[in-house]
Each structure stands twice: as structure tokens, then as C-alpha cells.
């Protein structure tokens, strides 16, 4: 099982990315995929979450990320509009069995994670 994120970059604020995680291993039918961010010196944050034909935002991002799977590629994909200086972080794709119940924002829920990617959103 692996997962690899790409898309990360530096962009100034009001801007936008395209953030995409490379699941192999498994296919996203059986698992749900989330996205989770982190600064230095603070908790791994849950921005976005896809499983099971819904999805979920945190508060911060909502109407501003949009997660998106393609099944043909098993690529889960993050689209980033209206960057702020506050999303600057290192962003995680992570999986989790699709049958997993509770919430989705805790990072010790999910068995499988990708190796990050900088984003950085400058004023």
C-alpha cells in the first residue's frame, strides 16, 4: 500500500492549487482517502475527507477546497482556490478502511500515509 501526494508549490495568496495523491496497493472502492495538514509545533489538522460517495470539509476551507476522486487513476485530487497565508502547511493524503465508522478528522484513525507535500501561500 502506498499513497504519494504531488502538487504542492508556493503561490501567492488568492491563488490556487491541485494537490493529487497516487494510491496503489489498493483500490478506492475499499478505502476512503483524507486530506490533513500540519505546521511546526502544531497538531496534524483534517482539511478534507472522501469515502463512500460523500465528503467532508473543515470549517477553514469549506467552499474553498473541493476533493475529488478519479477512479480510473485511484487518485484522489484536492483543488485549492483562495489561498491564504494561513494554509501555508505540509499537506498528507492518508486512507482508512471505507467501513471505518466515527469521525474522519483524527489522524490515528488512518493506517496509510503518503510522505507530504509543502504548500506555501505568501501575502
Known amino acids: 500500500v502506498q499513497l504519494v501526494e504531488s502538487g504542492g508549490g508556493l503561490v501567492q495568496a488568492g491563488g490556487s492549487l491541485r494537490l493529487s495523491c497516487a494510491a496503489s496497493g489498493f483500490t478506492l472502492d475499499d478505502y476512503a482517502i483524507a486530506w490533513f495538514r500540519q505546521v511546526p509545533g502544531k497538531e496534524r489538522e483534517g482539511v478534507s475527507y472522501s469515502g463512500a460517495g460523500s465528503a467532508a470539509y473543515a470549517g477553514s476551507v469549506k467552499g474553498r477546497f473541493t476533493i475529488s476522486v478519479d477512479n480510473a487513476k485511484n487518485t484522489v485530487v484536492l483543488q485549492m482556490t483562495s489561498l491564504k497565508p494561513e494554509d501555508t502547511a505540509v499537506y498528507y493524503c492518508?486512507?482508512?478502511?471505507?467501513?471505518?465508522?466515527?469521525?474522519?478528522?483524527?489522524?490515528?484513525?488512518?493506517?496509510?500515509w503518503g510522505q507530504g507535500t509543502q504548500v506555501t501561500v505568501s501575502s
Open positions: 492518508a486512507a482508512r478502511d471505507v467501513k471505518y465508522g466515527g469521525g474522519w478528522q483524527f489522524p490515528i484513525d488512518y493506517a496509510y
